[in-house]
């Protein structure tokens, strides 16, 4: 029997990602032109295109002004407390149910979006961190990504503050992706996470845990000699081991440590052994220092996530945390709508599974689908009002 083929439109994906969108952060209109559909319409011209909102407005012919869907926004928008829940149940609106029948692998960091300006009424609203593009302070904000091929879905979304520890914002994001039934395997963090109190908090909730263990403590060239965890880099040869790490508070934590050495010869001006040094704990019982240096590297996928992320993201300048939170988490939500399309509607049912080629549909094409549905929608400025004719 002759399976039946069916076509796939930006006509299609714009009317789902327009669904998706207001079925879960329910917008009110706001006037006759400022309708929700035209809202999430103009935002997703915006994110496909990579401009602002009010750029956005300026190039779509039938969209309401840029002060009247700026205002329309901030009418409607929940505080910012229900507006991170709707962000977050928008995300997990789609999740396969494969996801929640077992425990899968969790990928958790931070991404920080650089910031020139004050703050918007609170200067715990601005995280700091090491410099990066020209300053020091950023719009920060935490993800847990699933580790599942084909079903690399962001399941959690979180704004992290100056001061938040990193313990509670794990525990956000866990809750968070708890509620929709997906529970971590392990947890995969980035070696910024590699504190004691991380830790200690990861041994306490009793998660399996794997991160790159921060090198500190004396070098080989002091006089006294390596010591800390910088000893670890010296290894030879792959091995196990163990360590005590304390804090300036005097807490410690202690864990199990793989060393993971190969050759770097082949790689352009390398040479010699690399040595590899993980920490990990829980649950997670690693059967090989392959294993362990294989399943680190796929938390990398998470930095893919990030990147796409500001393939979509809404530029601005505005300085309310309420709509930068609202336009990583369409970007976001995007990216999960591109990943629900290649396993709902483009994957190749097979006996044992289903077939994914990322390559039918890329993420910057489904973006430019989306800015022709908006245009075709919308209208778009064609023709520009001059003094003088082209030609005498």
Not at 101 to 123: C, N, S, V
Not at 185 to 190: E, G, K
Not at 193 to 213: E, H, T
Not at 300 to 315: K, L, P, V
């Amino acid at each position: 029997m002759r399976q039946r083929k069916y076509t796939l439109t930006p006509a299609h994906v714009q009317t789902h990602t327009t669904y998706c969108l207001q079925k879960h952060l329910r917008l009110a209109d706001h006037g006759p032109k400022c309708t929700a559909d035209t809202l999430w319409t103009v935002l997703c011209y915006a994110g496909s295109r990579i401009i602002s909102l009010a750029a956005a407005c300026a190039a779509l012919r039938d969209a309401p002004s840029d002060t009247a869907a700026h205002d329309a926004l901030l009418a409607t928008l929940p505080p910012f407390a229900q507006l991170q829940q709707r962000l977050n149940r928008a995300l997990q609106g789609d999740l396969p149910q494969a996801l929640r029948r077992r425990r899968q692998p969790l990928a958790i960091d931070l991404t920080l979006i650089p910031y020139h300006g004050k703050p918007h009424k609170e200067h715990d609203e601005i995280y700091r961190s090491q410099a990066k593009s020209g300053t020091s302070h950023f719009h920060a904000y935490a993800t847990a990504y699933v580790i599942r091929k084909g079903q690399r879905f962001t399941v959690a979304l979180t704004s992290v503050r100056r001061h938040d520890p990193l313990p509670a914002v794990l525990q956000r994001l866990l809750r968070v992706a708890a509620r929709a039934a997906v529970r971590p395997r392990y947890l995969l963090l980035d070696r910024g996470f590699c504190s004691v109190d991380v830790i200690r908090y990861l041994q306490q909730a009793r998660y399996g845990w794997l991160m790159p263990l921060v090198l500190r403590g004396r070098k080989a060239s002091h006089p006294k000699g390596i010591s800390g965890s910088r000893t670890f880099a010296t290894y030879k040869r792959s091995s196990w081991g163990y360590y005590t790490m304390t804090n300036a508070a005097k807490r410690k934590a202690s864990f199990r440590v793989c060393v993971k050495c190969r050759n770097r010869r082949g790689e352009r001006g390398q040479r010699g052994r690399q040595a590899l040094v993980y920490a990990f704990g829980g649950c997670l019982r690693p059967s090989s220092y392959t294993w362990v240096k294989e399943t680190y590297r796929s938390r990398f996928a998470i930095e893919t996530s990030y990147r796409q992320m500001h393939q979509a993201r809404i530029r601005t300048c505005t300085r309310d945390p309420l709509l930068r939170l609202l336009y990583v988490g369409v970007a976001l939500l995007l990216r999960n709508v591109w990943v629900w399309l290649h396993w709902q509607v483009l994957a190749c049912r097979q006996r044992g599974g289903r077939r994914i080629d990322l390559g039918r549909l890329s993420f910057r094409k489904m973006l430019v689908w989306l800015q022709h549905g908006a245009e075709a929608h919308l209208g778009i400025h064609d023709a520009i009002t001059t003094e003088h004719r082209m030609y005498e």
